[in-house]
């Protein structure tokens, strides 16, 4: 008789980040279930390259939601009058690039999705190291929703509520390249950059950490792409 493998919901952005959580937690043995949202951001890459890494992880599920946080905006991923940054990442600010709650907004879906499969895990790509400027990608902030998470739920009151789990969390840029190059990651279909051309703009805030990071990991030839 053959156990059945435990759920676990993971949040695909398409990025590098998300793909590498989701990638260990099918590593650890888990079944794990896709969840994309088109929130109104300004191209449709990522969800492409999200589609595209569902499809190489061979999910059971891939779910894309659509909750247009571009309605009201409020920043310059989700609205096109705000310019994007390009002169590199600055300690201590918040950048534009951050959409007003929106990790709040997408962990709460991944939960309901979570308590309606029975997983007993939610993967997340959020790291605080590389992105510190994001409130929303902090050890404090995780901890505060994993105990609303707990408060909130059917199965968090009956002690079986799902965990919020971010392996990625204290890592840096770097070694997730090293860790996607190991568990054979397509890398170069993972899409980071704030643009939505044909190729990374290389420019943008994001673009530069992973091209920095790629270089360190001795991934020179996904430099660009």
Not at 12 to 17: A, T
Not at 117 to 129: D, F, K, P, Q, W
């Given at each position: 008789?053959?156990?059945?493998?435990?759920?676990?919901?993971?949040?695909?952005?398409?990025?590098?980040?998300?793909?590498?959580?989701?990638?260990?937690?099918?590593?650890?043995?888990?079944?794990?279930?896709?969840?994309?949202f088109?929130?109104?951001?300004?191209?449709?890459?990522?969800?492409i390259?999200?589609?595209?890494?569902?499809?190489?992880?061979?999910?059971?599920?891939?779910?894309?939601?659509?909750?247009?946080?571009?309605?009201?905006?409020?920043?310059?991923?989700?609205?096109?009058?705000?310019?994007?940054?390009?002169?590199?990442?600055?300690?201590?600010?918040?950048?534009?690039?951050?959409?007003?709650?929106?990790?709040?907004?997408?962990?709460?879906?991944?939960?309901?999705?979570?308590?309606?499969?029975?997983?007993?895990?939610?993967?997340?790509?959020?790291?605080?190291?590389?992105?510190?400027?994001?409130?929303?990608?902090?050890?404090?902030?995780?901890?505060?929703?994993?105990?609303?998470?707990?408060?909130?739920?059917?199965?968090?009151?009956?002690?079986?509520?799902?965990?919020?789990?971010?392996?990625?969390?204290?890592?840096?840029?770097?070694?997730?390249?090293?860790e996607?190059?190991?568990?054979?990651?397509?890398?170069?279909?993972?899409?980071s950059?704030?643009?939505?051309?044909?190729?990374?703009?290389?420019?943008?805030?994001?673009?530069?950490?992973?091209?920095?990071?790629?270089?360190?990991?001795?991934?020179?030839?996904?430099?660009?792409?």
């Amino acid at each position: 008789m053959h156990n059945t493998p435990p759920t676990a919901i993971a949040l695909l952005s398409g990025g590098l980040d998300s793909a590498t959580a989701a990638a260990l937690a099918i590593e650890a043995g888990y079944r794990v279930i896709g969840l994309s949202f088109n929130y109104g951001q300004r191209h449709q890459r990522e969800l492409i390259a999200a589609k595209n890494l569902a499809d190489h992880l061979k999910l059971p599920e891939h779910h894309i939601i659509a909750v247009n946080l571009a309605a009201w905006g409020g920043s310059s991923l989700t609205d096109s009058e705000i310019s994007v940054p390009t002169d590199g990442v600055e300690a201590g600010v918040i950048p534009n690039t951050y959409v007003p709650c929106r990790n709040t907004v997408f962990i709460a879906l991944g939960l309901s999705l979570a308590e309606a499969r029975s997983a007993e895990r939610l993967v997340l790509g959020i790291n605080a190291v590389d992105y510190s400027g994001y409130p929303d990608c902090r050890p404090d902030y995780l901890a505060a929703f994993q105990n609303l998470a707990d408060l909130a739920t059917k199965t968090g009151r009956e002690g079986k509520g799902a965990q919020l789990w971010a392996p990625l969390l204290q890592w840096s840029k770097t070694k997730i390249v090293q860790e996607a190059t190991r568990l054979k990651l397509p890398i170069a279909d993972t899409w980071s950059c704030y643009a939505g051309e044909e190729k990374p703009c290389g420019i943008c805030d994001s673009c530069r950490i992973r091209d920095a990071a790629l270089l360190e990991a001795g991934r020179s030839d996904l430099v660009g792409q």
